[in-house]
């Protein structure tokens, strides 16, 4: 824990509405940024600068609605672990589909009527 | 900076920390009582982000197999609705972060408010959702499992008539003019968008019997500054809620 309590009972951090609002009016930024950028043609990045806009507004809602910034490094770190191993099965599971996705696209051609 | 509100009748009946009333007898004060089950919520989202990991796999699959059927399937999805239901559910983030901190300050009535709005903005994406998914069943953008599906390879004539009346027929003349593996790979898009939207939307359902009970909980005048545990917790499973729908609304809606 943090040695930031000034208010409350001390058993936890309270998070200043200032800090609220301003994570918020960040969100919605970005969410708008999402939109523009998901209309426009960005040569084959569109996925990537999606992909890091929505994991920008991700760290948010962790760091400061979900209190991680000030909490117990645990926390952060179960989340963190969580989200490793989800990076590790989609790597594994794309990877091992491309190789033999084309032998299952010619079944798909020859059966699907 | 506001100071502790010691106000509220309900909320600070407890003496102190270490004889709260709320304190449990197999813990030894409201510190280790809070972390424990704070460390088993955490452990808690964690299983929850494995669960829809399955299916973000399942998506990340067939779109990098087939992204052309990706980009030709998501013009169907309606974008407007899509970053109106991102809106709400941050807006419904903030007011959960907010009833937190209403809570940790013996702000009962406050809290309440923030909780109300929270659970009126879980009303409003269902319902946004709901305008989404009945369009889509009337199109027949649905399982090819269903009898009234354009993806469906055994349509009946008077099933394929009614989808091609719908809407001057304008989604089923699109379909149509699909080869049958093409159809097939936009098929499995909406399958995978069902599949997606429909475990989120049953998250937001929970957070909504959630949320129900921690207002009637709060009305109740359970929660203060040595009691708002249900509140950080019940608030952190929501912002999860709010997490996959940060990945799902680009992935789902925006495929340029």
């Known amino acids: ?113 | 900076m506001m100071e502790v509100n010691t106000q509220s009748p309900t909320s600070s009946q407890a003496d102190d920390h270490g004889h709260s009333k709320h304190l449990a007898h197999h813990f030894d004060d409201v510190h280790q009582q809070f972390d424990t089950g704070k460390f088993g919520m955490w452990m808690f989202l964690l299983t929850e982000v494995m669960f829809f990991a399955g299916l973000f796999v399942l998506y990340a699959v067939y779109r990098s197999n087939h992204p052309e059927a990706w980009q030709f399937a998501a013009q169907f999805l309606d974008t407007k609705w899509g970053a109106i239901n991102t809106v709400v559910l941050l807006v419904s983030s903030f007011t959960v972060a907010w009833a937190v901190r209403n809570a940790q300050l013996g702000e009962t009535r406050k809290m309440l408010i923030n909780l109300v709005i929270t659970l009126l903005c879980a009303g409003g994406f269902m319902v946004i959702k709901y305008i989404e998914y009945s369009h889509k069943v009337h199109v027949g953008l649905v399982f090819p499992q269903l009898e009234h599906s354009l993806f469906n390879p055994n349509i009946t004539a008077e099933a394929s008539a009614k989808l091609a009346a719908y809407e001057q027929g304008e989604v089923f003349h699109q379909i149509e003019a699909l080869s049958a593996a093409e159809r097939n790979w936009v098929g499995k898009f909406f399958s995978i968008y069902f599949c997606l939207t429909g475990l989120h939307g049953f998250h937001v359902l929970a957070g909504m019997v959630v949320l129900s009970w921690l207002i009637l909980r709060g009305m109740r005048g359970d929660f203060g500054p040595d009691n708002f545990n249900a509140i950080d917790f019940g608030a952190l499973y929501w912002h999860i809620v709010d997490l996959v729908w940060i990945f799902l609304f680009p992935l789902l809606y925006l495929i340029n």
């Open chain 1, 1 to 113: 824990m943090s040695g930031e309590h000034h208010e409350g009972s001390g058993v936890s951090h309270v998070q200043s509405v200032k800090v609220l609002a301003i994570v918020l009016g960040a969100l919605l930024v970005l969410t708008w940024l999402t939109y523009v950028t998901g209309s426009a043609n960005l040569h084959g990045w569109d996925l990537s600068i999606a992909m890091l806009i929505a994991t920008v507004k991700a760290s948010l809602v962790c760091l400061f609605f979900m209190h991680l910034k000030y909490d117990r490094p645990l926390h952060g770190t179960v989340f963190l672990v969580a989200v490793l191993f989800v990076g590790v099965f989609l790597a594994y599971v794309v990877g091992d589909s491309l190789e033999y996705q084309h032998y299952f696209d010619q079944h798909i051609e020859d059966h699907v009527k």
